[in-house]
């Protein structure tokens, strides 16, 4: 038998709010519901709401009633904690967890179907199994940020904090093309990745060249990459909102299965995508001359030069380079989180200099590896950790590796003094 959760009769709910269990209330955008089954109130039971950067839970009161508020009207993850629900009760239709967005009004109703049932649960080797998938699916598309953002560092020496909002530049641009103007996804990608490219070369020719050829410092190249990532990402802000948006495509079931994982064909795309792109850039670096240009300058510039390397030339490349493989990155994440928002690269910028610094200052192949082991214990902490803490495993990892191999996994020691 099923039943409707959340708000069957929103006027009985609103004829008593002060009995809900509220969270957030001040907040100016609200949901609700009303949990019953077989026509009596659930109390107790967990409910969930998650987006945008904000996440609250509240438990039913003893009418059934909850009440979660949000800070801004976008889409949100609703979530119903079947492990609260009384012995015998499941979300038999619909799961429990639900997309919601708000209408015309300030208040939405979610709804879910419950009634008679088992609860079916995955065992361990199955989460196991479906964690380490999904790590390597985020930590292929972190490795296309990490070893632009280490190939600029290995050329330059400059540990560029802006390298986040040349991600997020992808996402937006992506965004702008195909969902804004309409246009198709493939050619609002190709736009997407264009532009990103002129960015990292236009960042390059206004800002780091000049400050280069002037002698300025490492540290205050530093310091001025950090107030170039918050002027930018405030910039994104003022242009866009503040509200996640998704990019066409992104909200696709998950149709395609191995056992207990399921996956999209947006993911399986995204993984393949990484692997061919990833396999590019080692070819470039390895059978190229610019390839191994790059590298000799990333080894020692000085010396490079006196061979007769345009130095310059390949800081340039680097950074167009660097720009769309940052640019690419931010549109595979926005499938991935999914939703395009306007800090969106800020919020895994520590992953990505946990992955160069891991793998090893300044090494391309030291950043693709960082980047995977950071991805699959972003995923596997989950399985002990609540989500919000999935970061703590990768940078524990990071400082432990540090403690017993300063240069990194792939990186070379260097003599002091």
Request: hydrophobic fraction near 50%.
């Amino acid at each position: 038998m099923c039943l409707l959760l959340a708000a069957l009769g929103l006027s009985l709910f609103s004829a008593s709010p002060a009995h809900a269990d509220t969270v957030g209330g001040d907040l100016p955008y609200q949901f609700v519901g009303n949990v019953q089954n077989n026509q009596k109130p659930l109390a107790d039971v967990e409910i969930t709401v998650q987006g945008n950067g904000y996440k609250a839970t509240a438990k039913t009161d003893e009418k059934g009633q909850w009440k979660i508020g949000v800070p801004t009207k976008a889409a949100y993850k609703v979530t119903l904690d079947e492990d609260t629900l009384p012995k015998g009760v499941v979300v038999v239709k619909g799961g429990a967890t639900t997309t919601a967005e708000f209408g015309l009004t300030n208040t939405k109703a979610v709804n879910f179907f419950l009634g008679k049932g088992e609860r079916v649960t995955t065992d361990f080797f199955s989460q196991l199994f479906g964690r380490i998938v999904n790590g390597l699916q985020f930590g292929l598309m972190l490795a296309l940020a990490a070893i632009g953002l280490s190939l600029i560092f290995g050329t330059t020496g400059l540990s560029n904090f802006a390298h986040s909002e040349m991600i997020t530049f992808g996402a937006l641009m992506t965004l702008t093309f195909s969902s804004i103007l309409g246009w198709p996804l493939w050619i609002g990608i190709i736009i997407a990745l264009v532009l990103s490219a002129c960015l990292g070369w236009s960042m390059d020719a206004v800002i780091w060249k000049p400050l280069r050829r002037k002698g300025v410092g490492l540290v205050q190249m530093m310091i001025v990459s950090i107030g170039l990532s918050l002027a930018i990402r405030y910039v994104f802000q003022y242009f866009y909102g503040g509200a996640t948006r998704q990019l066409p495509g992104a909200t696709l079931p998950s149709t395609i299965r191995f056992g207990a994982v399921a996956l999209s064909w947006v993911d399986i795309a995204s993984m393949i995508i990484s692997l061919v792109v990833l396999g590019g850039v080692a070819y470039f670096l390895l059978r190229t001359r610019i390839g191994k240009a790059t590298r000799a300058v990333s080894d020692n510039p000085s010396l490079a030069a006196a061979s007769g390397i345009d130095v310059d030339r390949v800081i340039r490349i680097v950074w167009v380079l660097g720009g769309a493989l940052a640019g690419l990155s931010g549109i595979l994440y926005a499938y991935y989180r999914p939703g395009v928002s306007w800090d969106m690269g800020f919020q895994i910028l520590l992953l990505v200099f946990a992955a160069v610094t891991l793998g090893g200052l300044g090494t391309a192949f030291g950043a693709l590896v960082g980047s995977l082991v950071v991805g699959l214990f972003v995923e596997l902490t989950t399985l002990w950790l609540p989500s919000d803490l999935k970061y703590v495993g990768a940078l524990v990892v990071l400082i432990l590796v540090l403690l017993f191999r300063p240069q990194g996994i792939l990186g070379r020691k260097e003599r002091i003094g």
